[in-house]
């Protein structure tokens, strides 16, 4: 083969196997594993386990996160049920219905959420909470709350009843992306307040019952993970 043709095809593959890093870079992530039930630390209602990987939730608020070391990388893979039996509102008085992934859960005070609302209005909110010396949420309550502005921002699917949608977050550095049903819906810069402090992925739920699949990415190599203490029951919102 002329040598031109050769070098010609070697850009080709070099092309293609640099899309296809990409791809990987934003479709699902080598390095995530799931989660049982005995690693997850329920602070707040509970999680049932369905058998498998399947786990289920059906009490108004619920609140989880990993008890290993993670890297800040999680998924879910959820049904949604409808509407718990008994809705209650938030501790700041609004009443959704949402589920949720958790970042860098150092504690109940100090965390970064991705939430994908279903009710009152079907939207993706990015937050940070941050109460600098509180670790407990009789401390901090729903106090600490800031909405991140996103760089981009793509209206998510709506969620019906007895279908099956993902939810992936990734924090890498101090940005962020969300993606819905393995799509880019949201990116954008955290900002010095949730790098201050760090722990484990987790979920949460608000008044709504579902089924779930989670999974969470491992530490590998040279990688670090986050870890936080389990206090079951402790709560945080």
Same mark, same amino acid.
């Given at each position: 083969?002329?040598?031109?043709?050769?070098?010609?095809?070697?850009?080709?593959?070099?092309?293609?196997?640099?899309?296809?890093?990409r791809?990987?870079?934003?479709?699902?992530?080598?390095?995530?594993k799931?989660?049982?039930?005995? $690693?997850?630390? *329920? +602070?707040?209602?509970?999680?049932?386990?369905?058998?498998?990987?399947?786990?289920?939730?059906?009490?108004?608020?619920?609140?989880?996160f990993?008890?290993?070391?993670?890297?800040?990388?999680?998924?879910?893979?959820?049904?949604?049920l409808?509407?718990?039996?008994?809705?209650?509102?938030?501790?700041?008085? @609004?009443?959704? %219905?949402?589920?949720?992934?958790?970042?860098?859960?150092?504690?109940?005070?100090n965390?970064?959420y991705?939430?994908?609302r279903?009710?009152?209005?079907?939207?993706?909110? *990015?937050? *940070?909470?941050?109460?600098?010396?509180? +670790?407990?949420?009789? @401390?901090?309550?729903?106090?600490?709350?800031? +909405?991140?502005?996103?760089?981009?921002?793509?209206h998510?699917?709506?969620?019906?009843?007895?279908?099956?949608? +993902?939810? %992936?977050?990734?924090i890498?550095s101090?940005?962020m992306?969300v993606?819905?049903?393995?799509?880019?819906?949201?990116?954008?810069?955290?900002?010095?307040e949730a790098?201050?402090?760090?722990?484990?992925?987790?979920v949460?739920?608000?008044?709504?019952?579902?089924?779930?699949?989670?999974?969470?990415?491992?530490?590998?190599?040279?990688? $670090?993970?986050?870890?936080?203490?389990?206090?079951?029951?402790?709560?945080?919102?």
């Amino acid at each position: 083969m002329h040598p031109y043709r050769l070098l010609l095809l070697a850009a080709c593959l070099l092309c293609g196997n640099a899309g296809v890093a990409r791809n990987n870079h934003h479709g699902n992530s080598n390095s995530m594993k799931p989660v049982p039930h005995e $690693k997850l630390c *329920v +602070t707040e209602g509970k999680i049932e386990d369905a058998g498998g990987r399947k786990l289920s939730v059906s009490v108004p608020k619920m609140r989880a996160f990993v008890s290993s070391p993670t890297v800040q990388e999680a998924e879910a893979r959820f049904t949604y049920l409808g509407p718990a039996k008994d809705s209650i509102p938030l501790a700041s008085g @609004e009443m959704r %219905r949402q589920f949720g992934l958790k970042l860098r859960a150092q504690d109940g005070c100090n965390l970064v959420y991705a939430m994908w609302r279903i009710e009152p209005e079907q939207e993706l909110v *990015v937050s *940070v909470k941050s109460n600098p010396g509180m +670790t407990q949420s009789s @401390e901090c309550d729903a106090h600490g709350y800031h +909405t991140i502005k996103p760089t981009r921002d793509i209206h998510v699917p709506e969620i019906k009843e007895g279908q099956r949608y +993902t939810l %992936r977050a990734v924090i890498d550095s101090n940005n962020m992306r969300v993606y819905a049903n393995n799509k880019l819906v949201w990116e954008g810069l955290l900002g010095a307040e949730a790098l201050a402090f760090n722990g484990p992925v987790g979920v949460r739920t608000d008044n709504g019952r579902f089924d779930f699949e989670f999974f969470a990415a491992e530490p590998h190599g040279s990688q $670090k993970g986050a870890s936080a203490a389990c206090h079951a029951g402790n709560g945080d919102e």
